[in-house]
């Protein structure tokens, strides 16, 4: 089983609905991450979580909102879907290396079309 | 706030042959830069990272050299094989804020055999 899991891995809905973007870890790890990629603007921070209490905005966080059910569940909503939200979404987790590094590691992503 | 430059965004090479990818930051403070590879139908995964206070790293045959005056990093594969055909993503952050890692925009790099 994958350590980080990502679920739907596509989904194609209409402007104007509702999504929901699910995420578990079985890394053990505080740290989650909510990232998009978009083509030629590689990966950009949506939401992030250091644990169940703490919730923060990244570079790009309008239009979206997260829930941390548990240390190991992070999900991700569109409240309103619109067609600029289509891309591909990644879930991370991080914990610190040896070397303090804060090591990310990623999900399969979930590619989202918003028609 | 950081900014990463990346290039070339596509990079085509001969099997055998070497391949760099240069990224510029602009914040000074940044002290951190690790590189991710991206496979088709993956996530990034990391490959190499580097700090401020060394100049080069290799890893087999991936080497990442910082230039902290000209804000230049770059990534060196050698003897390049058809499986280092992905994206790769440079990325800098501050060590007291690591989590907060600004990405470039990507490299395709494809190796043919």
């Known amino acids: 089983d994958a350590d980080v899991t990502q679920t739907p891995r596509n989904r194609i809905t209409k402007t104007g609905k509702r999504i929901m973007l699910e995420c578990s870890q079985t890394?053990?790890?505080?740290?989650m991450y909510w990232y998009r990629q978009d083509p030629g603007l590689g990966l950009r921070l949506i939401y992030y979580s250091f644990d169940v209490k703490d919730i923060n905005k990244g570079e790009i966080s309008d239009g979206y909102s997260v829930s941390r059910q548990a240390q190991a569940k992070f999900s991700l909503s569109l409240e309103s879907a619109i067609p600029n939200q289509t891309a591909l979404y990644f879930c991370?987790?991080?914990?610190?290396?040896?070397?303090?590094?804060?090591?990310?590691?990623f999900g399969a992503g979930s590619r989202l079309t918003v028609l | 706030g950081e900014n990463v430059e990346q290039h070339p965004s596509t990079l085509s090479v001969q099997e055998g042959d070497s391949a760099v990818i240069k990224c510029t930051y602009s914040d000074s403070a940044s002290n951190y830069f690790p590189w991710y590879k991206q496979e088709l139908g993956k996530g990034p995964q990391l490959i190499i990272d580097i700090r401020s206070n060394v100049g080069e790293k290799k890893d087999q045959r991936i080497a990442v050299t910082l230039n902290k005056t000209a804000k230049h990093f770059s990534l060196h594969i050698t003897e390049t094989q058809p499986e280092d055909s992905a994206v790769y993503f440079c990325?800098?952050?501050?060590?007291?804020?690591?989590?907060?890692?600004?990405f470039g925009s990507g490299t395709r790099l494809l190796v043919r055999p």
């Open positions: 990325a800098a952050s501050r060590t007291d804020s690591s989590y907060k890692l600004i």
């Open positions: 890394k053990g790890h505080d740290r």
């Open positions: 991370a987790t991080s914990d610190l290396n040896r070397a303090g590094a804060n090591v990310l590691t």
